[in-house]
């Protein structure tokens, strides 16, 4: 493994775990939203939104170590049948053409937006609400960081398959 591979697998590890942290936090505040509208007909709109927060960043951070994993959903109809060279160079050629354009794309088209969001520190537009939808939206270029990382990652170990 390059080091290249090790630093990027590395923050993807980090990045999961903080992911399974900012889980069972999730769990244990939907419960608590839960039993407390339940049984003292009390609610709160910014722990709503707190658990709105939670749930983003789960999905936007997680995308990279889905992809990471090849736990995505994919339709192997047709490339169950290739060889595994031929699988490696098919996927080295949708990464180049597809997989690092989209995820630099993402970084370009929010960063207008987040810096925007930042400069007025953008809060909910729901009274009671977290005042830090600029955070939230941070979470935009910032997957797209990372889906670019494991994008290079992937390219990286593609070659290093090619080349055994």
């Not at 990372?146 to 990652?153: H, S, V």
Request: proline share 2%.
């Amino acid at each position: 493994m390059s080091p290249i591979s090790f630093i990027i697998n590395k923050i993807l590890e980090i990045t999961v775990t903080l992911l399974d942290y900012i889980l069972l936090f999730m769990i244990f505040l939907l419960t608590y939203i839960v039993l407390a509208r339940y049984f003292f007909s009390w609610g709160n709109i910014a722990s709503q939104e707190l658990v709105m927060y939670c749930h983003a960043t789960i999905f936007m951070l997680g995308i990279s170590y889905t992809l990471k994993e090849d736990s995505h959903v994919s339709i192997d109809i047709f490339s169950r049948k290739y060889s595994k060279t031929l699988k490696i160079k098919i996927n080295l050629f949708l990464n180049i053409i597809f997989l690092i354009p989209i995820s630099l794309f993402f970084i370009y088209i929010s960063l207008d937006m987040v810096m925007n969001s930042w400069a007025i520190y953008e809060g909910s537009s729901e009274a009671g609400g977290l005042n830090y939808v600029y955070l939230l939206k941070s979470l935009i270029p910032l997957t797209g960081v990372l889906i670019f990382l494991t994008g290079l990652n992937k390219i990286i170990l593609g070659f290093s398959e090619l080349g055994k």
